[in-house]
């Protein structure tokens, strides 16, 4: 069995949707109920909030894509938009085995992806404040 590295041509699709045709704020992925495929989970509305977003992370893994937007504090300010690449592995008691098809699956999910700008691994929710993607974006 090829564990999590299959990725479902919805992904690429509502990938592109985010991208080029700017539907979602964000769109969040996960392996189906047999480990062996990523599949789309859940999609942000355009005007999603980023608190939105945290909210539909789980005690389990996902991917995420976030269309993330900030200002600079340069003079004037620039805004600067990204597409985050979250790898969400929270330190809950999932199993590892979980854990680790997850781990499998990230590479072949990122190459099917193109045009992702950063890329921020998380395990606890600190790690998805949105200061802290503010702080990837912008450096």
């Known amino acids: 069995m090829n564990v999590g590295t299959n990725v479902s041509d919805d992904c690429v699709t509502e990938f592109n949707n ?7 704020r964000f769109v969040i992925f996960k392996l189906d109920k047999d480990k062996n495929e990523i599949v789309v989970d859940q999609k942000g509305a355009r005007d999603s909030t980023y608190a939105e977003f945290v909210s539909h992370l789980q005690n389990e893994s996902r991917y995420a894509v976030y269309d993330y937007h900030a200002q600079t504090d340069d003079v004037p300010p620039r805004q600067v938009d990204k597409l985050v690449f979250i ?9 590892v085995k979980q854990k680790m098809a997850y781990a499998a699956g990230k590479e072949a999910l990122k190459k099917k992806l193109n045009g992702l700008s950063k890329e921020i691994q998380a395990n606890e929710p600190s790690e998805v404040e949105e200061a802290e993607i503010k702080k990837t974006v912008l450096n």
Request: positive net charge; hydrophobic residues 25%; charged residues 20%.
């Open 18 to 24: 985010l991208k080029l045709g700017k539907q979602y």
């Open 87 to 95: 790898f969400w592995s929270p330190d809950t008691n999932q199993p």
